[in-house]
C-alpha cells in the first residue's frame, strides 16, 4: 500500500521560512512526479511546485524567487522537499504533497493528508 506521509508546516511570522518533507512508501516501483499544491480557506487546491524523476521543476507565479522544491530518489527514498522563504500572509494553506507513481497494484496520483502552513502578519 502506497503511502505519503508529509512532516513539516507549522506558524511562522512573515518573513520567516519552513521546510516541508514528504516521503512515499510502499511498494513502488517508480515515481515520474512529486511536487505540492495548497488550499487556503474558501479557495481552489493550487499548484504550488513540481519536480519531474529528471529533475525539471515549475513553480506557481505567487512563490517564484521564494520557493525550492527538490527531490531525494537514493536508496528509495522517494522524498520531496519544499523550502519556503520570505513568508507572506497569503501563503498560509494546508499544503499537500502528490506522487504520480507506478506500485506494485495500483498506478496514479496519491496525496498525503495535508499540513497546515500558518504565516502571521
Known amino acids: 500500500q502506497v503511502q505519503l506521509v508529509e512532516s513539516g508546516g507549522g506558524l511562522v511570522q512573515a518573513g520567516g521560512s519552513l521546510s516541508l518533507s514528504c516521503r512515499a512508501s510502499?511498494?513502488?516501483?517508480?515515481?515520474?512526479?512529486m511536487g505540492w499544491y495548497r488550499q487556503a480557506p474558501g479557495k481552489q487546491r493550487e499548484l504550488v511546485a513540481r519536480?519531474?524523476?529528471?529533475?525539471?521543476?515549475?513553480?506557481a507565479d505567487s512563490v517564484k524567487g521564494r520557493v525550492t522544491i527538490s527531490r531525494d530518489n537514493a536508496n528509495a527514498k522517494n522524498t520531496v522537499y519544499l523550502q519556503m522563504n520570505s513568508l507572506k500572509p497569503e501563503d498560509t494553506a494546508v499544503y499537500y504533497c502528490?506522487?504520480?507513481?507506478?506500485?506494485?497494484?495500483?498506478?496514479?496520483?496519491?496525496w498525503g493528508q495535508g499540513t497546515q502552513v500558518t504565516v502571521s502578519s
Open positions: 510502499g511498494r513502488i516501483f517508480s515515481i515520474n512526479a
Open positions: 519536480i519531474t524523476s529528471g529533475g525539471s521543476s515549475n513553480y
Open positions: 502528490f506522487a504520480n507513481l507506478i506500485g506494485s497494484q495500483a498506478m496514479g496520483e496519491f
